[in-house]
């Protein structure tokens, strides 16, 4: 991961949209050449894409019936996807009145894993006690040596986000590298049609190195065993990889060599790197984190002229239309919604079966608080905004406003997992909260 | 204050003076070392909550005859070790924008001692392996000159380079192999791309990455004699962080390192060559924190001068001053702390309010600064009296201080009009709860209330608010009074604790673990080498690396 700390560079929306197209690798459009994975079914995909410190409620939540529902501004620009979105409303972190925590930003741990939080020692940090639903589908879908499970984002200091989680409790870092993940995924690429020497040569390293740790682990002594085998099973992880990589039979372009150092570029960047990974089946489930939750995600949106730094402006009261708050708020929204807009674009245009891949997925938008919500305190986790875009194969139908009266998330957490195929789970999260799926969702 | 726990940042935001995390505790505190065997760090000293840095009480009570040595874990190259090594071995230097995860510390120290290697650093390992390969394989093969069917001569370049990637000699079984490797490469003879696999395939082996330190067990013996080519690495990695050199390596290979004027040999010209500063000048980094600047976080908007910038800096200015101290004032621990003057550079002087257009060295009014405890650099980190309180009661006094308890609300309370910050910390010294680790360390952490989070000198708090920078230092049953920093400092300086600490971290360092009973002889001997030098630190170092124990293991199943 890159510890650099980002320059936000002041850009013109022209200006941004030009860097944009200069790399062929970061263009939002795929490269023509690209193979789609030869499946007879399409996969089922998962994107996670979360944003900090709420979306601004005033200008987000939607109006109107089932399907005749009014987007306000944040959302506007995501209206083309009308069809395919549903608008989920008072959906309730029922985790959180379960089980009560100190309201600080560190309960954004609750947002993907429905669990109670938890700290082992003051100023230890705090933490689910479940897995998050990415990576409880990337074990479940159980592909060795693939890269289900990805977590992306633009955090510099990845332990701020505790957002991700494993099977095993374990917190989940992600990378903020283009160039890092591109490797990751498409390092071990072969060209469609010929063997790579390099594949042979490879495996030809690993073996050996594989054969000098069992060496080394007979002779370490006891209490030092069980790391070496951890290494070795890090390295069985590395040969999978080879053999995950080898069967991928897309053209995923050149290497981007340099990361952008602007936010925006650098973000778009990653979300189109992730289509890329979804297309070639290097990956069913990602996540793409804008920043982490509260300070961490305390920036100043200044290529927007958007003053004020985020997680300021969403504690700024309950401010009017009009007012400098306001409107940085609605343009943050706006900005999170049009990198979205571009993101499902790119997954639109790519035809799977009888419709495209947007349709075989499913992109959650959440965050951690009801945004500004008048009536509401600053850290609502009451009504938090969820909004899924695509179908999953058919699984949801699309195209609706539900209110969800104050059901608990872990339902809707639930949901996804059936939605990726995983009808036979019964609960996500703590199980009291959970005894099926979202009604009203199918 | 955005601290850097993901915490409170609401209700911080709100109060002002950016008071760090308030600690808690309960019950009464042994003095000296602690009651538990294991104790020390596996935090950084950021209120997260780690315990202190006590470690055993290893006061020898027999007389130091036999030869003792506590267990020696298996210890993964740290980042450091690993590019320094890199770099002598092949000539080129890793792409360092791609981080290695963060080190794993025993104490104070990166050690990588415990901790089972994460995918991520596996998968670094391979990527550096690759990057490393493609940068150094067509240099290295076209000084090893050996031509496409020329066995011997590969055999050759392969026993000498395997001898400087391992630090031991290949055995035959492991030379065939690399050869095996060269062949698979291409069959029309050896060639660069051969190397490069073998140089992939040697920077992700173990022998590489592990610091596997070989013995001559005898049956019955409880310690054993590291190997000379092992003894030889080790010298090597405390002194220099990296591997034996040539000349090292060569003692080992004749067979000279069993004598102990040799190693006093190499260990003097270990010693007396600028990398072993350089290396000290980390140890005494690590010791004290500074490295850990770079994740201290502080609220933007209320310092400003706090940027990236200003971070390096201010660690720059703690650098180069400890480089001074030990090559100008002998390496003098008393001069690291009593120093009127530092090494200042056009960045960090805007914290001292000095005019300073290039780096250099700066007298200040020792009433306002005194040695590394009033840098900039050192102040931030702790940013507040409880976390300075803290860091000199675990890091220079080696003793061990608890988190709070679990059942205790450590928010800190909203001010009262017209109280200063000290005021509002005084729960901790009023609460019995509180009171037996705070007033440990608060009071040290009140004497430099005259420094902001930046470590600037300030007269009052605020604009009027007058400053008590007096308290006690409890030393077991001793209280030592003190007015001030300076006054603090001149008196720490003073104690055997100070001195014993000071032993106590070089070896924790040398040893990259923590100590256990079993190094009672060995520590008294470091800290008595400490006296006996004049508190010269590199040349306790110097003595460690000579000792006997040095060159031993404790046998393990």
């Not at chain 2, 006590?54 to 190259?77: H, M, Y």
């Not at chain 2, 590291?226 to 080992?252: M, N, V």
């Not at chain 2, 650098?319 to 090494?343: C, M, R, T, W």
């Amino acid at each position: 991961m890159i510890k650099s700390n980002r320059r936000r560079s002041v850009a013109s929306r022209r200006g941004f949209l030009q860097s944009l197209g200069a790399t062929a690798a970061l263009s939002p459009f795929l490269p023509t050449s690209l193979v789609s994975a030869a499946t007879s079914v399409a996969p089922k995909r998962l994107i996670i894409y979360w944003s900090p410190n709420g979306i601004f409620h005033p200008e987000f939540k939607p109006d109107g019936g089932e399907s005749d529902f009014r987007l306000r501004r944040v959302l506007q620009p995501l209206e083309k996807f009308r069809s395919k979105m549903l608008l989920l409303q008072n959906l309730d972190w029922q985790s959180f009145v379960k089980h009560p925590f100190e309201n600080t930003h560190s309960i954004a741990c609750m947002s993907l894993t429905g669990t109670a939080a938890r700290q082992t020692a003051p100023g230890a940090p705090v933490d689910a006690v479940g897995p998050s639903v990415d990576q409880l589908i990337a074990k479940k879908l159980n592909r060795p040596g693939f890269h289900d499970g990805l977590v992306t984002g633009m955090s510099t200091y990845w332990p701020h986000s505790r957002l991700y989680y494993d099977v095993n409790g374990q917190n989940v870092s992600g990378s903020n590298s283009a160039v890092e993940v591109f490797r990751k995924l498409f390092g071990q690429l072969q060209k469609p049609g010929q063997p790579d020497p390099a594949l042979a040569a490879r495996k030809s390293v690993i073996d050996r190195v594989r054969l000098e740790l069992q060496a080394v682990k007979a002779r370490v002594a006891q209490q030092d065993r069980h790391r070496i085998e951890a290494h070795l099973a890090h390295i069985r992880t590395l040969e999978q990889r080879l053999t995950a990589g080898a069967s991928l039979t897309c053209d995923p372009g050149a290497a981007p060599l340099k990361d952008a150092t602007s936010l925006p570029v650098a973000g778009a960047a990653m979300l189109n790197l992730l289509a890329l990974a979804l297309k070639c089946d290097a990956s069913r489930v990602a996540s793409f984190t804008w920043l982490g939750p509260g300070g961490a995600g305390n920036i100043v949106y200044d290529w927007l002229s958007a003053p004020g730094r985020h997680h300021d402006l969403s504690h700024g009261g309950r401010p009017m239309p009009g007012q400098p708050t306001y409107e940085s708020l609605v343009k943050i929204g706006q900005f999170h919604a049009e990198q979205l807009a571009t993101f499902l674009d790119t997954l639109e245009s790519v035809p799977e079966g009888e419709g495209t891949m947007l349709d075989n997925s499913v992109v959650l938008w959440t965050s951690e608080h009801a945004g500004n919500k008048v009536g509401s305190d600053d850290h609502d986790r009451r009504d938090v905004p969820f909004v899924l875009f695509g179908s999953a194969g058919g699984y949801f139908r699309t195209g609706r406003l539900i209110d969800c009266k104050g059901r608990p998330h872990n339902e809707l957490l639930l949901s996804l997992v059936h939605a990726m195929g995983f009808t036979s789970e019964k609960s996500f999260g703590d199980p009291e909260l959970c005894s099926g799926p979202l009604p009203g969702l199918t | 204050m955005r601290t850097r726990k993901l915490g409170s940042c609401c209700a911080q935001l709100a109060s002002a003076g950016g008071l760090a995390l308030l600690l808690a505790c309960t019950g009464t505190i042994q003095e000296g070392g602690s009651a538990s065997s294991k104790g020390g760090e596996s935090e950084p000293v950021d209120g997260s909550g780690g315990r202190g840095g006590g470690g055993p009480d290893v006061t020898p009570t027999t007389p130091c005859k036999a030869l003792a040595s506590g267990p020696s874990p298996l210890r993964r190259l740290t980042q450091r070790e690993y590019d320094n090594t890199v770099t002598d071995l092949l000539g080129v230097t890793r792409d360092l924008e791609r981080e290695f995860p963060q080190d794993e510390r025993a104490g104070a120290f990166y050690s990588n001692a415990s901790e089972t290697p994460g995918e991520a650093a596996i998968d670094m390992y391979q990527v550096a392996a690759e990057t490393l390969a493609a940068k150094s394989a067509p240099g290295l093969w076209k000084k090893a000159g050996c031509p496409a069917t020329d066995e011997p001569c590969l055999q050759g370049w392969l026993t000498s380079f395997g001898l400087r990637a391992f630090r031991r000699p290949l055995e035959t079984a492991e030379l065939d192999a690399y050869v095996a490797l060269f062949r698979g490469a291409a069959p029309s003879g050896f060639s660069e791309a051969g190397l490069k696999l073998v140089l992939q395939t040697m920077l992700q082996s173990p022998h590489f990455l592990y610091h596997l330190e070989d013995h001559e067990t005898k049956p019955g013996a409880a310690t054993a004699p590291l190997t000379p080519h092992a003894l030889a690495a080790r010298l090597s990695y405390f002194l220099w962080q990296t591997a034996p050199d040539a000349e090292l390596l060569k003692a080992a290979d004749e067979g000279r390192l069993g004598d102990a004027q040799e190693i006093t040999r190499q260990v003097r010209r270990l010693i007396d060559s600028p990398r072993a500063r350089a290396t000290m000048v980390h140890v005494i980094e690590q010791w004290l924190s500074l490295d850990d600047l770079d994740t201290t976080q502080l609220d933007p908007a209320t310092f400003p001068l706090y940027t990236q910038a200003m971070k390096q800096a201010m660690r720059q200015e703690s650098q180069d001053f400890i480089a001074h101290v030990l090559a100008n004032e002998s390496g003098s621990v008393k001069s690291l702390f009593e120093a009127p003057y530092s090494i200042v550079n056009p960045t960090v002087a805007k914290l001292y309010g000095v005019e300073q257009s290039s780096t250099g060295q700066v007298n200040f009014d020792s009433e306002q600064r005194m040695g590394i405890l009033t840098h900039p650099s050192l102040l931030t980190v702790t940013h507040g009296p409880v976390l300075r309180g803290k860091l000199i009661r675990t890091r220079l006094l080696c003793e061990d201080i608890p988190p709070p308890p679990d059942s205790v609300d450590t928010t800190l309370p909203t001010f009262k009009e017209g109280q200063t910050p000290r005021e509002r910390l005084l729960a901790h010294s009023e609460s019995p709860t509180c009171k037996g680790c705070h007033e440990l360390m608060d009071p040290l952490g009140f004497a430099f209330d005259h420094y902001d989070e930046l470590g600037r000198w300030r007269k009052t708090y605020g604009s009027d608010q007058a400053i008590d920078a007096r308290g006690d230092l409890i030393l077991g049953d001793r209280k030592l009074k003190f007015d001030g920093a300076k006054n603090l400092i001149e008196q720490l300086v003073q104690t055997e604790e100070l001195g014993a600490c000071v032993g106590k971290q070089v070896l924790r360092f040398a040893l990259a673990r923590l100590e256990t009973e079993a190094d009672a002889c060995t520590i008294h001997k470091a800290q008595e080498a400490l006296k006996r030098h004049g508190n010269n630190i590199l040349e306790m170092a110097a003595d460690i690396a000579t000792s006997q124990e040095f060159a031993h293991v404790q046998v393990q199943q």
